[in-house]
């Protein structure tokens, strides 16, 4: 089983407004990720919710997912990484981090991802676009128990600094991989290439 953690727990404060119920291509940008997540190979979903929980919750009513509320909402990403991982349950063999505001997300990418996980051997698999590595990550259990109590500052990657010899990296063409929703102006950028 390999099971995913998105992270919508942040504050949005660079974007002045929930990042995560923006519209986008005619959703909001949570409701496109977890759309891509649901259709990939994915087995079980958790996504970590914040302050605006039950607008998140309800923008994503019908959907296969569970939800886990990150009780310090102003924790920082490795806070809710935890929460979501306490939450999976014991037979993930792989847990996928994927960011909440990443409306680049396919199910394409994930699938390339997991199969990179079974056929490499390898522990830690990343998209990479350029020489520059991307979002979401994949990571082993074995991992669990060090993530969940280790790399405090440093989030995930401690955690690839910690074990680059098990680190994969999947080339992706597009450079989707890098990119998230921070600023007004990565908002604005995304609706011109969604048309709105």
């Not at 919710?49 to 039950?54: D, S």
């Not at 920082?76 to 939450?87: P, Y």
């Not at 020489?131 to 060090?146: K, S, T, Y």
Request: charged content about 20%; glycine content about 10%.
């Amino acid at each position: 089983m390999i099971c995913a953690v998105v992270l919508a727990a942040g504050r949005s404060a660079r974007m002045g407004t929930q990042k995560l119920l923006l519209p986008l291509g005619g959703r909001p940008v949570i409701v496109r990720v977890v759309d891509e997540l649901v259709c990939s190979p994915l087995e079980q979903i958790a996504v970590v919710v914040g302050r605006e929980a039950k607008q998140i919750q309800q923008a994503l009513r019908g959907r296969t997912v569970s939800f886990v509320q990150n009780p310090a909402a102003d924790g920082d990403m490795l806070s809710s990484v935890r929460c979501g991982l306490r939450a999976l349950p014991e037979p993930c063999v792989a847990t996928l981090v994927a960011l909440g505001d990443q409306p680049g997300l396919t199910q394409e990418l994930v699938g390339e991802l997991i199969r990179a996980f079974r056929q490499t051997g390898r522990g830690i698999i990343v998209p990479a676009h350029a020489g520059r590595r991307g979002h979401p990550l994949l990571f082993a259990a074995r991992w669990r128990n060090e993530v969940l109590t280790r790399h405090d500052g440093v989030g995930l990657r401690g955690l690839l600094d910690a074990h680059a010899e098990e680190i994969f990296e999947v080339a992706v063409p597009a450079a989707r991989v890098l990119e998230d929703l921070d600023t007004p102006e990565d908002y604005q950028r995304h609706l011109k290439s969604t048309g709105g």
